[in-house]
């Protein structure tokens, strides 16, 4: 797999039937091992790890409704009051993230309302909080490490 901008962490790998699969700690179980998924998986540890956010704060590869359409986050932080504090939108290594990738993630925070926003492809990091009042986001040089609210 290609090396990614995030520290180093381990992780448990397996071979099975010529697939290789990772294991997912939010969801408890290993998963196929697609360029995709590597960067969710080290986001993932990133905001544990680096970023202190608590495990059972953390949701992987669930579907929503935005708009009465059907769509699947990446990874999800929540308050401890269940609003959502942090929406990451992950990407292959080899898919480029700009501004529309930005603004597709943005438009489907309308109806969410987290506070943050991450798009990753692993190598390039961006992130935004947003402001409601304007409907408008202001980009950071990093997201805020958890802390009790």
């Known amino acids: 797999m290609t090396e990614l901008n995030f520290p180093k962490f381990?992780?448990?790998?397996?071979?099975?039937?010529?697939?290789v699969s990772i294991f997912d700690c939010i969801r408890k179980k290993f998963v196929i091992l697609q360029p995709e998924?590597?960067?969710?998986?080290?986001c993932v540890h990133y905001l544990i790890?680096?970023?202190?956010?608590?495990?059972?704060?953390i949701n992987v590869e669930k579907e929503l409704k935005v708009n009465g359409l059907k769509k699947r986050y990446d990874i999800v932080v929540f308050n401890p009051d269940g609003s959502i504090h942090l929406i990451v939108e992950c990407k292959?290594?080899?898919?480029?993230t700009n501004q529309n990738t930005f603004d597709q993630v943005a438009r489907y925070n309308l109806a969410l309302k987290a506070t943050f926003l991450m798009v990753t492809n692993g190598l390039n990091h961006y992130y935004c909080q947003m402001d409601f009042i304007e409907e408008k986001y202001h980009f950071l040089q990093d997201i805020p490490n958890y802390k009790e609210q």
């Open 37 to 42: 998924e590597w960067v969710r998986q080290h």
């Open 10 to 19: 381990t992780f448990r790998l397996k071979n099975s039937e010529n697939k």
């Open 49 to 57: 790890n680096e970023k202190n956010y608590p495990i059972s704060h």
């Open 92 to 96: 292959a290594p080899k898919i480029k």
